[in-house]
């Protein structure tokens, strides 16, 4: 039983508290023979304090009181009376009393400080049990508002891709629909760094690194960002060096470092302005360079431009629109890779230079180079704006099943893939769908996630166990993007991973593949 639960009962501290006091009686008799009538309240002081010790004050009081009872009658002359008739042993008697007075004084302050203390501890301890219940919610809460916010865009950019691929003869609309692309890349840049920016709180950020030659992270960083830049009339220059410059990182997540300072620089400097990009290399590092002529940052505001959520203009901000976060996001991943980013800015007006150094990869052999124009493997963030080119299309008419409960984004891509030639079908279930490939197995599959009663997952994994699903090629097309959601995609035996909005020129680029396997 603990000293918490022994002092709720009303008695037993009490009692024990007499039987202390009895045990120290007993002992101070014992002495006598050697000690005499000579410090009559040692071991009942000792009894006070182990009954305050143990009972609380209220014990203490009842140990002390007796203490002194048994030592008048049992120890200080006359014994058998209560009488104190030598003034020493009154005011030994009285020295016991205040000292015991004081001890208990003493044990009350100790003993409300602990309680205090405990009381504290389990208030931090629920408030941090709170705070990580709250924390998983956030989290939770992020991922459904990604995945919800992506399912209506996927419609929206395969309609817009439609729309330019009907309207070719019109300028004007070719012009509208690029702009609403954008718009469309912006709001997915922002559903992606809010992702990411939970995913770096917890760790929980992985990278899938290759070696690459620096030359491709700009090149496809300069087609991420060159529809921005020409919608604000900046002047794009690339300086990229001559000899080649290896690193070993996530393609993806190096594209997005340099995206995000490119997107930064066109977003602080005003129409018109410069921004330049810059690449070296050392013998031990490559060095991304960016710089711009725009609003420039004030001295004494250039060590926070790195924290999340900083605002460091806050007129400029508004203006211009974002949440603080791509720039935290930016040393997150470069520190990520083991690089550092640095900030460097003479003043306001004067413009920006950011440097991110990242360690330069040897070896003996290059690796092959991915061309910028190869298909991009974006399994989390396909943040490049749409190819204004048209898509190849299919030599023979190969048969494509989209399963999507949401009819809007198979319906648009439907339309799409049927203006490329594709026989199409939808499903707006798993289980219908199965059945469809079971009676006729088709040569690709569009695969939602997120569907109703059976999840895309289960539905893969069914379909790969029928007679002809291992030759299918299935794309998962989900608003769910989490390493876990792409991890659970490749158990399934789902080929791509594709977070919505995906761009319809990535789909026919994989579909276009397929149909040269099938030549």
């Given amino acids: 039983m603990s000293r918490a639960s022994f002092r709720t009962h009303v008695l037993l501290p009490y009692g024990f508290a007499i039987l202390c006091t009895v045990i120290a009686t007993w002992l101070r008799c014992a002495l006598t023979p050697l000690v005499g009538d000579r410090v009559p309240f040692g071991c009942f002081f000792g009894s006070v304090i182990v009954s305050a010790w143990v009972g609380g004050v209220g014990p ?17 002359p006359p014994e058998g009376s209560l009488l104190v008739q030598s003034p020493s042993d009154l005011f030994s008697l009285t020295i016991y009393f205040l000292v015991g007075v004081a001890s208990i004084g003493l044990f009350f302050q100790v003993a409300s400080r602990t309680q205090d203390a405990e009381r504290q501890l389990e208030e931090n301890r629920r408030l941090s049990e709170a705070l ?8 939770e809460f992020l991922a459904m508002l990604a995945h919800e916010l992506r399912n209506p865009l996927a419609p929206i950019r395969s309609g817009l891709a439609l729309l330019c691929r009907m309207c070719d003869a019109d300028s004007r609309a070719v012009e509208l629909t690029a702009v609403l692309n954008r718009q469309i890349s912006h709001i997915s840049y922002i559903v992606n760094d809010l992702l990411d920016v939970s995913r770096f709180i917890r760790d929980e950020l992985t990278l899938s690194c290759e070696v690459l030659d620096i030359r491709t992270v700009v090149n496809d960083a300069r087609d991420a960002v060159t529809g921005e830049m020409k919608s604000k009339k900046h002047r794009f220059n690339v300086t ?3 000899s080649s410059a290896l690193v070993l990182g996530d393609r993806v997540r190096l594209v997005q470092i340099l995206t995000n300072l490119l997107l930064n620089a066109a977003k602080y400097t005003p129409e018109g302005g410069r921004i330049q990009l810059f690449t070296h290399a050392t013998q031990d590092t490559v060095q991304l360079e960016v710089r711009d002529n725009g609003i420039g940052i004030d001295p004494d505001c250039q060590p926070r431009v790195f ?9 400029a901000t508004r203006e211009q629109g974002g949440l603080g976060l791509g720039l935290a996001i930016v040393r997150a991943l470069t520190e990520k890779h083991g690089g550092t980013v ?9 413009g920006s230079q950011f440097v991110v150094e ?14 910028h124009d190869d298909i991009r493997d974006m399994a989390e963030n396909d943040t490049s704006d749409a190819d204004s080119g048209s898509p190849e299309t299919a030599p023979a008419p190969l048969v494509v ?17 049927q203006l490329d030639g594709y026989e199409v079908h939808c499903f707006d279930d798993g289980p219908t769908a199965i059945q469809a490939v079971s009676d006729s197995p088709p040569d690709a599959i569009l695969l939602d996630i997120g569907l109703p009663g059976m999840d895309g997952y289960e539905v893969a994994r069914r379909i790969r166990r029928l ?3 291992a030759d299918i090629l299935i794309l998962a097309c989900t608003g769910w993007g989490s390493p876990t959601d792409i991890q659970n995609s490749v158990d399934a035996g789902i080929d791509e991973h594709l977070v919505k909005p995906v761009d319809p020129p990535r789909i026919s680029a994989l579909l276009a593949q397929l149909t040269q396997h099938a030549a």
């Fill in 240 to 242: 990229v060096a001559d």
């Fill in 60 to 76: 203490a009081i009842v140990s002390l009181a007796l203490g002194i009872v048994c030592a008048a009658h049992f120890i200080i």
């Fill in 307 to 315: 924290e999340l959520f900083a605002q460091l203009n806050p007129v």
């Fill in 342 to 350: 640095t900030v460097a800015s003479e003043g306001r007006g004067l």
């Fill in 358 to 371: 990242l360690p330069r990869h040897h070896e003996t052999e290059a690796s092959p180079m991915h061309d």
């Fill in 467 to 469: 007679r002809h699903g």
């Fill in 401 to 417: 099943y989209i399963v999507d409960d949401n009819q809007d984004a198979s319906v648009t891509m439907a339309m799409l893939l």
């Fill in 132 to 139: 990580q219940l709250t924390d998983r919610r956030k989290d």
